[in-house]
């Protein structure tokens, strides 16, 4: 289920999983650095969306899988295959995806457009590709939290996205969540199972 957060024009969809936020300010939180850091300006004929999720495991081991955009797969359940041109990973650099079958695309040609090991921020942009999704651009971020008393992560990701002919805001909006959910819980289960596997990591790094 997804509620709204904001107003007017620049409403965001939002997650029930927002206002249920484990430990710190809550939703009054996530909502700031939204505000903060995922800055989209949908045009007329595109929707915009936020999830978040909240990971029991620390920062350094959620942000060394979000910030592999050589090797999404690492944790993404589509991705079957992803080669990035040229071979240096920086600013700009673009990378092929091959997606597994079960989705209405073969493949997806992306950019990547920031990369903040500081304050842990991945974007991307869809350049290309047999796919729907046309100017398509996500921005995930990475946040220490407390969880159960233990280190955590909260993770958010958003995205701005031309809705396809044929088909309304909602209905664009709701195919793109549930395919970000599903990345979203599989990068849940991954970073967990690292934490399991190195239970001292410290909350920050």
């Known amino acids: ?17 927002a206002a249920n936020g484990a430990g710190g300010g809550g939703a009054a939180t996530e909502a700031d650095y939204m505000r ?12 915009t ?24 797969q690492r944790y993404k359940p589509f991705v079957s ?10 600013i700009g650099s673009v990378r092929e995806v091959n997606v597994k079958t079960g989705l209405p695309a073969t493949t997806s040609t992306e950019r990547l457009e920031q990369l903040d090991d500081d304050e842990h921020i991945l974007s991307v942009k869809f350049v290309g590709g047999d796919h729907r999704l046309r100017n398509y651009s996500s921005i995930i971020t990475v946040h220490p939290q407390s969880i159960d008393g233990r280190p955590g992560t909260l993770v958010i990701e958003s995205f701005v996205v031309d809705v396809p002919d044929g088909n309304t805001k909602d209905e664009t909006c709701y195919f793109v ?5 599903c990345n979203l819980t599989s990068l849940a289960e991954v970073s967990e199972r690292l934490a399991v596997q190195s239970p001292t990591s410290p909350l920050e790094q």
């Open 49 to 72: 969306s936020a999830l978040v999720k909240h990971i029991k495991a620390p920062v350094h081991l959620v942000w060394s899988l979000v910030r592999s955009f050589d090797q999404p």
């Open 1 to 17: 289920m997804v509620g709204l957060v904001g107003g007017g024009a620049r409403a965001w969809r939002l997650s029930d999983e």
């Open 81 to 90: 295959r992803c080669v990035v041109r040229g071979g240096d990973l920086e």
């Open 177 to 181: 969540e549930a395919v970000i959910k």
């Open 36 to 47: 903060r850091l995922h800055g989209h300006a949908p045009g007329e004929n595109q929707c």
